[in-house]
């Protein structure tokens, strides 16, 4: 329905400067709502202040999660929450208590406005000698919710490939879409225990997972791409640093660029694909299957080798269901890629590399493109649009919402079946 409405306020005449198309609308408020970024018009140049602020409350409505702001309203208006929504909102909180669904929903609305309002005014500042008060103003509003978000939706054609260099709007900008992408738990869990062994185990894995992973993918950047003259070899050497930091930062589904993504290695682009598929957080504003996910994955495969019958992390052993949700979610998130690459090879002529890399994007909602998306035909601008919201939304919470739990009463003798 936020899809509906938005591609319609989006082709009001006063929302553009010339008249876009129904699937043009459909596809920019698709990618809003979606928090993918991924653009067929340009943002910038096409649309007018109007619609580049429905664009911008898209983002917030979508980024913040239309679960969360339905109990919100519910809450608001006095409503009582049923078990069974209950346990659909626990599920797309990754909440094991019913009872913190409520708590968790205030927390995450009044946290997400505490930081944009922040970030909007640091940005504000960087930005007020380069542009009239007004501009100034709107852009800081605009990026705020954007980067927050994770939405990576810019009001320039290149992004913020202008700012490649500049230390204050660099870690504005990373600042805020890391501290969306990390989760609301993790940031609730710090503000409420502030000490590093009262933290929940989540919040600890998350936090050391990130920095390792932020810190070794802006090393292999470096590595990768120093003396790529489509990328960092066209830079003095400071600007290098800030934009390998940027873009080891920004696949994990921020989806803004300092520089172009399609002047990119192979090597490059095969390990922004990886970050892209695994995403950051959960109760984030990312998407992707989620780094807590990934970490599972590697602690299982880890403890089949060793031959463990735990898996364990922190002298915590990780429960069977966790570890089969893990699996589930990355063979669904597999398959679906795997069949919408095939779709989109199959019905136009892209190069492997812009065909893959444009699907995980999509699905990680992340909005980084080697530039073909403006080059899709409607099947493809469709399948697109499909990947996004089916990644937003998440394959689990799909299932659970589709699927009717079966309890089986009835167990049968196990046996043994060859596998590798």
């Known amino acids: 329905m936020l899809i509906v409405v938005g591609a319609g306020l989006l082709l009001l005449p006063f929302a553009t400067h010339q008249s876009i198309g129904v699937i043009d609308a459909l596809f920019t408020a698709t990618s809003a709502v979606t928090v993918t970024g991924l653009v067929v018009v340009d943002t910038g140049a096409d649309f007018t202040l109007f619609g580049q602020t429905v664009i911008a409350l898209l983002i917030q409505f979508g980024g ?123 940031w609730i869990d710090l503000y409420r225990q502030r000490r590093w062994h009262k933290l929940n185990l989540y919040s600890r894995v998350m936090i050391i997972s990130t920095v390792i992973i932020n810190v070794v993918v802006m090393l292999l950047f470096l590595l990768l791409e120093w003396n790529n003259s489509a990328t960092l070899g066209a830079l003095a050497e400071s600007e290098r640093w800030w934009a390998a930091w940027f873009h080891a930062t920004t696949p994990r589904t921020a989806g803004f660029n300092t520089l172009d993504v399609a002047g990119y290695n192979d090597g490059t682009t095969i390990l922004t694909i990886l970050l892209m598929f695994v995403g950051a957080g959960s109760i984030s504003t990312s998407s992707g299957i989620k780094l807590m996910t990934f970490v599972v994955l590697i602690l299982s495969t880890y403890a089949f080798l060793r031959q463990r019958e735990e898996i364990r992390i922190f002298n915590r052993s990780i429960p069977e269901h966790t570890v089969r949700k893990a699996f589930a979610l990355t063979v669904i998130s597999v398959s679906l890629i795997w069949i919408a690459f095939f779709l989109l090879s199959a019905t136009h002529n892209l190069r492997f590399i812009d065909a893959i890399f444009e699907v995980v994007s999509a699905f990680g909602t992340v909005g980084l493109s080697r530039g073909i998306t403006g080059e899709l035909n409607p099947f493809g601008q469709f399948l697109i649009m499909f990947l996004m919201f089916f990644g937003r939304i998440g394959p689990l919470t799909l299932g659970y919402l589709l699927a009717k739990p079966k309890r089986n009463r009835v167990r049968y003798p ?3 079946i060859p596998i590798g």
Do not use: R
């Open 64 to 186: 913040l999660g239309l679960m969360t702001f339905a109990v919100v309203t519910l809450i608001a208006i006095g409503g009582k929450i049923g078990v069974f929504h209950q346990q659909v909102a626990a599920t797309a909180f990754n909440q094991t208590k019913l009872a913190t669904v409520t708590s968790t929903a205030k927390s995450v609305v009044l946290f997400a406005l505490m930081v944009e309002s922040l970030g909007m005014v640091l940005l504000f500042i960087c930005w007020i000698d380069e542009m009239p008060i007004a501009d100034a103003l709107f852009h800081s509003f605009f990026y705020a919710i954007s980067a927050f978000n994770n939405a990576g939706f810019a009001l320039s054609s290149d992004s913020l490939s202008a700012y490649v260099g500049d230390p204050g709007t660099n870690l504005i900008i990373t600042g805020l879409f890391i501290t969306g992408g990390l989760g609301f738990v993790v």
């Open 414 to 416: 196990s046996t043994e």
